[in-house]
């Protein structure tokens, strides 16, 4: 649980220094140091391990920089977390800064998964209706999945939609069970 009050904490820090204007690049730049720690075990050890200095960690992090230019917020703030020793919650602190980010801009993350690309009218429409469902502008996250047979599943924060053969199908063999 302290941790869980601690990711948010460093996240709602993250998004307030850097500001709402700026809080999609610096996400963005969060999440390839991120993809970084959870991807590569010699990068995460490094980083979270007791056995490098704060210096060493930090030199490190500045020929990360030289490669990539994070702005200034997002270097300031993953020297904060070289210096408090929480490196090691940056996957975490990454979900929470881009869930209060779409809280703070009245905004909902939709994945949308079919078993073929669909079409930018359909995105359109599928996007309005979202909107009136979630009461937020929606941003749509498209997943081509074979798997699912013939229609669509729809994933808005925890809530899935259904709209797929498969649940359909499903559906109906339960209504038949039930008589």
């Given at each position: 649980m302290k941790n869980k009050k601690e990711e948010k904490?460093?996240?709602r820090m993250f998004l307030n220094h850097v500001g709402t204007d700026k809080a999609v690049g610096a996400i963005e730049e969060i999440a390839v140091v991120r993809a970084l720690v959870v991807k590569n075990r010699d990068f995460k050890g490094f980083m979270v391990g007791p056995q490098f200095t704060v210096g060493e960690k930090k030199t490190v992090l500045e020929s990360l920089n030289g490669k990539l230019a994070f702005s200034d917020g997002?270097?300031?703030f993953l020297n904060y977390l070289i210096e408090n020793d929480s490196m090691g919650l940056i996957d975490e602190i990454q979900g929470a800064a881009v869930a209060l980010y779409l809280e703070r801009t009245k905004k909902a993350k939709a994945t949308v998964m079919a078993p073929v690309e669909l079409d930018g009218n359909y995105l359109d429409r599928l996007k309005g209706a979202l909107k009136k469902l979630t009461l937020r502008d929606v941003d749509i996250e498209f997943v081509k999945d074979p798997s699912v047979l013939g229609g669509v599943l729809i994933k808005v924060g925890s809530t899935m939609?259904?709209?797929?053969l498969r649940g359909q199908l499903r559906l109906l063999k339960e209504e038949l069970i039930k008589g």
């Open positions: 904490r460093l996240a997002t270097k300031k939609y259904d709209g797929s």
